[in-house]
């Protein structure tokens, strides 16, 4: 059974940094995709950044410049790299893992983000 657990989130001002990381229990293959999603309190869960497995990156409009989506498929690993943050990046994030030909759709559980002004 396929895990996915997040961390890297916390507290920080506006202005800072945080790298949010996403493992896996085991190895995963026929990987299509990875994505970080983040849910604001009263608002849908939107993307936020992708990466394919062939590399290609997606990014919201509101987080380009500022985020940067990496993987490392070996260790079944994702990151996303967040600079300059904003109080409006304040959510839960969601890593997820999408298998090739719609074969699964992994979750995990989420990590708290909060941006102080």
């Known amino acids: 059974q396929v895990q996915l657990v997040e961390s890297g989130g916390g507290l920080v001002q506006a202005g800072g940094s945080l790298r949010l990381s996403c493992a896996a229990s085991?190895?995963?293959?026929?990987?299509?995709?990875m994505a970080w999603y983040r849910q604001a309190p009263g608002k849908e869960r939107e993307l936020v950044a992708r990466?394919?497995?062939?590399?290609?990156?997606n990014y919201a409009d509101s987080v380009k410049g500022r985020f940067t989506i990496s993987r490392d498929n070996g260790k079944n690993w994702m990151y996303l790299q967040m600079n300059s943050l904003k109080p409006e990046d304040t959510a839960v994030y969601y890593c997820?893992?999408?298998?090739?030909?719609?074969?699964?759709?992994?979750w995990g559980q989420g990590t708290q983000v909060t941006v102080s002004s």
């Open positions: 085991g190895r995963i293959f026929n990987i299509n995709a």
């Open positions: 990466i394919s497995n062939i590399g290609a990156t």
């Open positions: 997820n893992v999408e298998g090739t030909y719609r074969s699964y759709d992994y």
